[in-house]
Structure formats: C-alpha cells, structure tokens
C-alpha cells in the first residue's frame, strides 16, 4: 500500500510517477508493435511534462480538444497538434489558429461543409496552412457525419483553400461493458468506407484517426494509421470497471481523509465520509458503474453518493470502519474531470513527495 | 431572449446582474420574514462580489466549505463565516484556522467526540477562540450524528476548550421531486431534538442552523435560527426540474456555440451539438432530471449526453434545428459545479458585457 505522504493536505491529486511512465511506454510499445502512429490525447491530464513524456515516448503529435489547450501546449513546445473537434471558427477562433500555425503543425477536425467554408473564409491566406480531417461518426451519435457524406464535407473544405487530410472518429461508445470490440469494429468500419470514398473523389488520404484507451490496442491489423488514447496514463475507475486496466495500473489518485464515521444500523448504512467530493473526483457515473469512484485499497468499498466536499463510502460488514482522520486513497471514475478541477498535483515517486507538476491547460474550454 | 454579448468565446459563463440582484434580495426579504437569520452558502457562487451583495442585503455572515474559501472571503473582508463541514484538523490545518480567528468571527462544524478533541488539542489555547456547531443527521444520511447523540459530541468539544453555540443540519434528500416539505420537517425535527437536549444538558443553545435552496422558504415559524441556501443566488436546472424557481429567475447561463447538427433518421437521433460540455456544465446528473442542463430559451429541447467538450441536445421534432454557429443559452443541472470549473465569468447588464468577476475561491478544496 502505497503512504500518502504526511505533508500533503487533502483532499489532493497524487500521481505515481513510476506508474505513468510504465503506462506511457506500454501503450507506445503497444501502438508501436501494431504498426500505428500515437497521437494520445492531452485533455486527460492538461499537463506539459506529461506531454513531454509521451513525445519522448514516441507520439507523432498531441492531441487536444479546445484551441486554448493547443495554445498552452504550443508554448511548451509542441510541434504537432490536432484538435480533434469539430471546429466553428469566427474570426477570433481564426486569428488564434494562424497564430498557432505559425509555431506548430496544426491539424483541425470538421462535419460541415457550412463549417468549412466558415473556416476558410475566416482564414482567408491562411487557410492552407491547416489541415483538416473530415469527422465521421462510427455509431456513437455524438457529432460526425455518415462516412458517405465525407467526400461532400472535404469537397467543401478543399474549395474553401482548406488541406484536406484524411478522416477522424471517436467511438464513444466503446465506454461500456462489452462494447470495446464492436465499437472497434465499426470504428475501422467507418474509417475504411470515409477513406474509400474519399481517395476515389481525388483526395490523398494520409491519416485515419481513431481510438480511445478501450479500443486503441484493439486496432491492430486494421484501417487506422493513427490512436489517440488518453486515459491510459493514469487509468480511472472506470477503465479498471471496464477491465482495461488492472488495480496495479492506476498511476492518479486522490488523497482523502475520513471526516465523519458511523456504524449505521436500523437502515441507515454503515459507512464513512471522505473529503473528498464531486469537485476533485468529478461526478460521471455511468449507469453500469458500481459507484463515483473506488478506493484503491479498499475495492470492495462502495462510494454511494458524491456531494461536493464528501463522498459517501458504504464499507463491507465483515471488515472494520477505517479510523477518523485516517488517509484513503480514490481513483475517479473518469479522470479527465479530475485533472481539470486542480491547479496542480503532487508527482510521488516511492511513496515521496518527488515533484509538483501545474495542470497548465486546466480550465482552457475555450 | 437575451442577447449573447458578441465579444463572449463560448463556451462561457454569463451571470445576470439584474436577476441576481433579483434573487438576492428576495431570498433576503423572505428570510427576514420568517424572522430567520440568512447565512448563504459562498460555494455556490466563490466570487466576493456576490457575497459583497448578499452581506449587504442582510446577511449575517456566509457558510463554506473548506478552510480554503473561508480565506479568500476573509481576505475579501467577510467578518463571520462558517464552515458547515465536519472538519477533521491536523496541525496544519490548526494554524490555518487560528489565523483566520484573527481576522472573522469563525464557527465550524463537528460531528464526533474524536474529532472535537483532536480539533481542541492541535489549537491549543486558540482553543476558546472556535465556536462550534454539532452537526445533526435529519435524513440524508451523510454526516452527523443522531440528534440522541448530539450531547456527547458537545461535551467532547466542550471538554476540548471549544465554544459549543448550537447544532446544523443539511437535508440533503430535500434535493429530489416531493421531498423539500418532508425534508423541511425532519430538518426540524432533527434540530429540535438535538437543541433540546443540548439546553437540558446545559449548553446556551443560541443557532439552530439549517435549510438548503428547496428547504430555506419552507421553514417558516420553525426552531432554525439560521439558514443556509446557496443556489438560490443562480438557480439552476435542478431547482428549476424541482420548481423552486422560474425559468424568468435564471441568473447564471452558459453560452455555448452549436458545432454540429444533423437532420438523423433511421433510428439516429436528430441532434445538435454544443460546445459546452462537462468540463463547463459540471456532469452532476440525478435520477429524476430531464438531462444534462436545460436550454432557457428551449425548454422542450433535452441534453441526453454530455461529454468533456460536447452537449448532445435532442431537438423537439416540430421545431426547426438551429443554425451552425448559432449562440445558445445552457442552464446546467448543478450551478455550484459550474462555477467551479471556471476562473471568471461575465456579467451581462441589458444584454451588454459589464463587467467580471473572478471566482476567487475557485478550486479551493482544502
């Protein structure tokens, strides 16, 4: 078991330094063997010595989600970035872009021809400094189009001055129990039919993006050219429900402190409360989720209720309530939402205090 | 419908001047009324500015969280605060607390023998300069002890050179459709027994403290001295689901940027996408809710998902879909998470940017 070191206050975000390195190099091994590119996504953890690792590793870029966490990341040196979103750019979104352009590769993800179009005109010289990749949706209905309708959307872009560079999407729905493997299917699915039609219209197709932590190393041997994992970093509860990753995996935790304890009895449960709350853990909670998270050394707690500033722990009845003022530690079910909620974390190397590592890019939404 | 100031990136948080005023003094006036006391919850908002309004309009003090909110505010000059939070202090935190007793009248939360001592043992002869509140289970089942036992932990702090002034609740269960009248009653049925007992044992019960947003207006010619709405300042869809406010009486939105859109059919949903996701919204979504948030000025619209950076909206199938690129206005599900995630906001006057605050407690969990 892991300490938590004395002079840390909870509740606090702990990364395990040796951890997240053999997480980072797993999955570049892995990504490596199956003959892909990585491009993980930097939302997870919005920390550039993070980034630095992962580049270090072998990723061909970063990915990111806003133009504010591609600025954050530009300044601390990277040189290839893909916002892996479907842009609308006004002429301040415009602006911002030919800024980047100027210090990095930057790639950007599109749904529209109205998008596109929009895009172009706002970038006006500038346009073909940037790459676009045609969004599709692979069967999680959130944005994208019907791979059908992508050559129309690059038809678009490329008349817009726009360099069009292949296609991108993201299978949301592999988040479930069962589902990795189909949705990766249908991921490959959509990213071949998008990439036929569009090499048969004239488009030279160099990129084919796709991949969550769930079905990143389920991509061998198929379509895509490149991943963009990024829980796989750290792990979350989450993953380990999902059994993508093992207990020993999880390299981020919070460090919380038993507050409040009580025996509970005559339907009231039996249970402790922790300090830490929905704003560290974040409060996703997936239907199939057995709670808001889990304590890594106590797995067979079950934290029932999150409120901002207490978690409800419902302890096992063969085992004794832990001691107030006894330190746990949490992994959150979805560890995006916790990196973005701290200014800073503590890096723990040997159950030490080795490092204090700023989320740089927390809160860059826009 | 309100305009979105031309000059606001989405997505972004806009507050109301006017409709927070609105709320504030409301709130204010009907407390007086009830011939309570109104010590609103600051970890709603975290911005000194608004807690500047809610003192001026009558307030006796605000209640926090963390030991970290009750500085910023006492740095921004609040003069009594109180942590409504079972408090687990270790030296550190000790010091922390002995200076702000420096600086504000501060009374903080407890609900165990051990967890008194251990507080009066590390502020050593600070000791008498705390006030203490015993907090009481009424229902929620989250912290405090049964009001039976509230006695015990009295005497603990008593014993541990603590001032004991009385006893708090939250009804936490008041959150969920039907329950705020029952909640209400247990909430003073709780305090009534354990101030009871308090008396008989001795102790000058002088706050009996209570009440959440759904609960505040509801304790009438009850036994709480004081009450503790926080929400109340914003609303939110919650309270609006829950109708304890008026869609007119939304103060704080967020402004979020229609990225993609699609007509579906054959069983994929027709849909918009916003840019304003949970790393904005906050992904706090109970049982009983319609979705993720609701938009104003679409009430019959529903967020079915939420992802970091992306609002799936389901659109009414007798109304047109909105444009791409068109600016639309998010309530979210819990404002209090909302403002979390945020480091200013805008504040709109007659449609116009006036002005911003930063929410300077932001982030302060511990």
């Keep these: 078991m892991t300490t938590i070191p004395d002079e840390l206050d909870t509740p606090c975000i702990m990364v395990d330094r040796e951890l997240l390195q053999r997480n980072v190099d797993r999955m570049a091994e892995a990504v490596r063997a199956a003959g892909l590119e990585l491009r993980p996504h930097a939302k997870t953890h919005k920390v550039p010595e993070i980034a630095a690792r992962q580049l270090a590793a072998g990723a061909v870029g970063l990915t ?5 966490e591609a600025e954050v990341f530009a300044e601390h040196g990277a040189e290839d970035l893909f916002l892996a979103y479907p842009l609308w750019v006004g002429p301040r979104q415009a602006r911002r872009l030919r800024r980047l352009t100027e210090r990095a590769r930057v790639s950007v993800g599109v749904d529209s021809a109205e998008a596109a179009v929009t895009m172009g005109t706002h970038l006006a010289d500038a346009a073909g400094e940037l790459t676009v990749l045609v969004e599709v949706d692979s069967g999680h209905h959130r944005s994208g189009v019907h791979p059908a309708q992508a050559v129309d959307v690059a038809r678009a872009a490329a008349g817009a001055g726009l360099h069009v560079a292949g ?21 490959q699915g959509a990213l071949a039919e998008a990439s036929e039609l569009l090499s048969t219209a004239g488009f030279a197709v160099t990129r084919r993006s796709g991949g969550s932590t769930p079905t990143a190393l389920l991509t061998e041997g198929t379509v895509a050219t490149e991943v963009r994992p990024g829980v796989y970093v750290f792990g979350d509860a989450e993953q380990l429900e999902l059994d993508r990753c093992a207990p020993e995996d999880i390299a981020l935790t919070v460090a919380a402190t038993v507050v409040s304890r009580h025996e509970g009895g005559a339907g009231i449960p039996r249970r402790i409360v922790l300090d830490a709350g929905s704003k560290v853990l974040g409060s996703d909670r997936p239907a199939w989720a057995t709670g ?10 079950r934290i029932t209720a999150l409120s901002e500033h207490h978690a409800t722990v419902v302890w096992p009845e063969d085992q004794p309530l832990p001691a107030l003022g006894e330190r746990l530690r949490v992994v959150p079910n979805h560890v995006c939402l916790a990196m973005n909620l701290v200014d800073d974390v503590a890096v723990v190397g040997g159950g030490v205090l080795v490092d204090r590592w700023t989320v740089a890019a927390r809160g860059r939404n826009s």
């Design 64 to 68: 990111v989600a806003t133009i504010g």
């Design 167 to 187: 296609v991108f999407t993201f299978p949301g729905h592999s988040y479930a129990p069962g589902m990795p493997a189909e949705a990766a299917a249908q991921e």
């Design 292 to 301: 808001y998270g889990r304590l890594l050394d106590h797995l067979d707690a």
